[in-house]
């Protein structure tokens, strides 16, 4: 399994940005696509974005889409999510998260995944 620890979250104005940052350890980060899932209080997970493995191929929940975007440095073992146009309903815990497959293209299922971060709380007031 994948160590993963998130950073970058805080608290910012509707319409701000923000880039949060998936650190991993393990030799073998490269190999695995990575997600991104959100939750907010009260409210159940929610997929946000997923990275395959090689950084070529990437997609995002319809509520992000042209918003947000993922992408990875191998090298420095680092997945990030870019946040623009921030919204008050982007308001939740932010998870990274890495693909139980290796060489897999992702998925919107966090099933999926079976190694997590512990979250970076994101707030965006109105």
């Known amino acids: 399994q994948v160590q993963l620890v998130e950073s970058g979250g805080g608290l910012v104005q509707a319409g701000d940005s923000l880039r949060l940052s998936c650190a991993a350890s393990?030799?073998?980060?490269?190999?695995?696509?990575m997600g991104w899932f959100r939750q907010a209080p009260g409210k159940e997970r929610e997929f946000v974005g997923a990275?395959?493995?090689?950084?070529?191929?990437?997609y995002y929940a319809d509520s992000v889409k042209g918003r947000f975007t993922i992408s990875r440095d191998n090298a420095k073992n680092t997945v990030y999510l870019q946040m623009n146009s921030l919204k008050p309903e982007d308001t939740a815990v932010y998870y990274c998260?890495?693909?139980?497959?290796?060489?897999?293209?992702?998925?919107?299922?966090?099933?999926?995944?079976?190694?997590w971060g512990q979250g970076t709380q994101v707030t965006v007031s109105s």
């Open positions: 998260a890495a693909h139980h497959s290796e060489f897999s293209s992702g998925s919107a299922y966090g099933d999926d995944y079976d190694s």
């Open positions: 393990g030799r073998f980060f490269s190999r695995y696509a």
């Open positions: 990275i395959d493995w090689s950084g070529g191929s990437r």
